[in-house]
């Protein structure tokens, strides 16, 4: 059974830092596009960052507008296991991220075409 779980999560002052963790068990996704999705209350899920592999156990990095500059993606397939660093971050930021990985359709950025998920973990940024 393949999962994603995610970790890290947490409350955090407006200009502060969190590291999030998602774990892979069940197969690999070092060849696989593995990404960060977040969902506010009220609002569709949006893309935040994803890794997709370059060949060469290279990935290139893509980001959502709202998230570049602050945000790095990065992974460790030793650990089989992706990470997202957020800094600076601000009340807009506040959502459930959740860890998705391997495309099955469309591109990188569609919320729907992703083969798996994780559960999520809160972050809220909040004075």
């Known amino acids: 059974q393949v999962q994603l779980v995610e970790s890290g999560g947490g409350l955090v002052r407006p200009g502060g830092s969190l590291k999030l963790s998602c774990a892979a068990s069940g197969r690999t996704f070092s060849s696989d596009t593995m990404a960060w999705f977040r969902q506010a209350p009220g609002k569709e899920r949006e893309f935040v960052a994803a890794a997709t592999w370059s060949g060469d156990s290279t990935y290139s990095g893509y980001y959502g507008d709202s998230v570049k500059g602050r945000f790095t993606i990065f992974r460790d397939n030793a650990k089989n296991a992706v990470y997202l660093q957020m800094n600076s971050l601000n009340p807009e930021d506040t959502a459930v991220y959740y860890c998705?990985?391997?495309?099955?359709?469309?591109?990188?950025?569609?919320?729907?075409?992703?083969?798996?998920w994780g559960q999520g973990t809160q972050v809220t940024v909040s004075s």
């Open positions: 998705a990985g391997e495309v099955l359709r469309g591109s990188t950025y569609y919320t729907g075409g992703y083969a798996y």
